[in-house]
């Protein structure tokens, strides 16, 4: 296991170096960066067309894992760093009005698991003149006084010129970078890539693509997703339990941040307030959840061994097990004393527990995951975005111990991955 740095996340360094990363956005950092043609800082870009990303239907809430990972997977942060995207990822939820349900901060890439609001009700929100002055309060969240002040006078300005339909298009413009993931996803990045350029004294991107998203079910989909991304530290052997490691969900929920708890309460589908309110449920069931999880990765390092004894005497033997909790170690010993071991499965499907020990595609590159309905409902809704051939909405989970069949979990996936579905 490595030794983490211990860093004074208050000290005056620390601080001084996320200033840029904590400060507000300034007028002067791109002058009209409410203009739909320019980017989150003011500067124009073209527009690129990006992935088909699968969308809920009208009127629902959707829930995601997002993930990004640097270029080539080659920079890696330095734990100011990370907890310099961590701040991002809070910061620019709040302003995109996307609530974070957990997420990990990894050296090299990161994890997200949100929640998507419903894209009507923030625009009817937003609507009229009392909806306008509901966004410029919200908009100081991210931006500096100056910079609303700033839009505030060029709605005026456009207002008493007659431009009501450009006035009406900028206001239309804000609306839009909220609940909206991909816009969301965006923002974080370049914010994050300006910071991380500037202390490094380097150009040009710091992402190797746009990133990955993968919708999830409410319910047992949403837990095990939950419990995935804040067991990446576990499985890259940097902490043995989650609630060591400063840049994932659980562990910030667990040393008292309100948002983190609420995140937790809604994965595991108690009252958002409950934890904060002494109600124990959503702690205790995550926690016990992940105890399990957990005891089986210490199976997987040392398996127990039957003890064997004959007449030159007992014997212990230990082996490694690739099926964790799920497989037991068969000894037996003969006249000479010789012992034979071997891993069995005996016929066991591979519990959902152990597969969260593993890296998993299906989190990752599934598309959806869910139950068959969800999926399929899914699929229906998206209809228009895969060819019109295809015949099957959905696939249950492969089976880990026998590739040719289907596992018995109950998960179905948009995507019927083929090559390495389940890694060490």
Known sequence: MKTAQVIDFESGEVKKAMVGVRAKTAANVGAGWWDRRKDVDGVSRSVRGGRRRILAGEGELACYHAMSRTVGGEIFFD??????????????????????????????????????????????EFAGPEGERRLLTHVRCLYSVAAVRSLETELQRMREQGRVDDAAAVIESVVARLGDLSRYMKEVKERFTRWYNKRHGRRGTLWMDRFKSVMVENGEA?????????????????????????????AEALGGSRRAKRGICRVMDCALDSWERGRTEARENYAGALEVILDGAKKKRHVRAVEVGDEAGSVVVSASCRLEADCTVVVGGDGAGSVAGSAAVGGKQMSMGSLLLKRVRYFTDGAVIGSKVFVERVFESNRGKFPEGRKHASRPWRDPGDFDKRAEFGMHTLKDLRVDVYQE
């Open 79 to 124: 734990e100011v760093e990370k907890e310099a995207l961590k701040t991002l990822i809070w910061k620019l939820a709040r302003f995109c009005r996307v609530k974070v349900l957990t997420y990990s901060v990894m050296g090299n890439h990161f994890h997200l698991l949100v929640e998507i609001p419903d894209k009507a009700k923030l625009v009817e």
């Open 222 to 250: 949403l837990r095990m997703m939950a419990q995935y991304i804040d067991l990446n530290a576990v499985r890259a052997g940097l902490v043995d339990d989650p609630a060591e490691y400063r840049w994932c969900g659980w």
